[in-house]
């Protein structure tokens, strides 16, 4: 079984530039989660969605960080204008339906802003 | 609001040596208990869980048992090696709460020969 695949792996922008993550997440996986991991700290939610719908972006700064899932598979995330302190390593994240607690992640993108 | 807190790190430990990285939760309602693992160069992946008070999940001969009266789910082995080094994180999930998972902010273990 392949498992959730992101890209790039790393990037490297100045501020105010823009920046998007792509995530393809475990096949049949109903709900998907992007996480932002600063150096030093444990992952923060960002968004979860549940197929295409939104469940939860209430910690998504919505002024410079968007995210679709589009036909309920893949995802992207986008942040624009980057600021310095958006550099972190993005992490996507996805669970089926029946699976109590355990999130399947992927590596993470990594983001330098300069 | 649900959160975890865990021991700060980095903990070096010799390879055979006890470890423990400690944990404690804040949360409404009743929380299932999560520990993963972060190998160098990977993804977070789940070491061990358990889900209701007094449970002890278990892994890779790492334990850890949710105690409902300190709020603690305590990560154990009795004998490290050096493939164990990692970052380890808590974490805790409010069933129903759209299921929303707050991780600890991790700890850093580095286990010498």
């Known amino acids: 079984e392949a498992g959730v695949a992101q890209s790039p792996r790393y990037k490297i922008i100045e501020k105010r530039q823009s920046v998007a993550f792509w995530c393809n997440p475990i096949?049949?996986?109903?709900?998907l989660y992007w996480y932002q991991q600063i150096l030093g700290q444990g992952p923060k939610l960002l968004i979860q969605?549940?197929?295409?719908?939104?469940?939860?972006d209430s910690q998504l700064p919505k002024d410079r960080f968007s995210a679709e899932r589009l036909k309920g598979v893949d995802s992207t995330l986008k942040i624009q204008p980057a600021k310095l302190e958006d550099s972190a390593v993005y992490l996507c994240?996805?669970?089926?339906?029946?699976?109590?607690?355990?999130?399947?992640f992927g590596e993470g993108s990594r983001l330098t802003v300069l | 609001g649900n959160s975890v807190t865990q021991m700060e790190g980095p903990v070096t430990l010799s390879e055979e040596a006890f470890l423990t990285i400690n944990c404690t939760y804040t949360?409404?309602?009743?929380?299932?208990l999560f520990w993963y693992v972060q190998y160098p160069g990977e993804g977070l992946q789940l070491l061990l869980k358990?889900?209701?008070?007094?449970d002890k999940g278990s892994n890779k001969g790492f334990e850890a048992t949710y105690r409902k009266e300190t709020t603690s789910f305590h990560l154990e082995k009795g004998s490290v090696q050096v493939s164990d080094s990692a970052v380890y994180f808590c974490?805790?999930?409010?069933?129903?709460?759209?299921?929303?998972?707050?991780f600890g902010a991790g700890t850093r273990l580095t286990v010498k020969p």
């Open positions: 994240a996805s669970r089926g339906i029946l699976a109590v607690g355990e999130l399947f």
């Open positions: 096949s049949g996986h109903a709900t």
């Open positions: 969605f549940q197929n295409n719908g939104v469940v939860d």
């Open positions: 949360a409404t309602g009743y929380p299932s």
């Open positions: 358990a889900t209701k008070a007094d």
């Open positions: 974490a805790l999930e409010v069933p129903g709460n759209n299921n929303d998972m707050r």
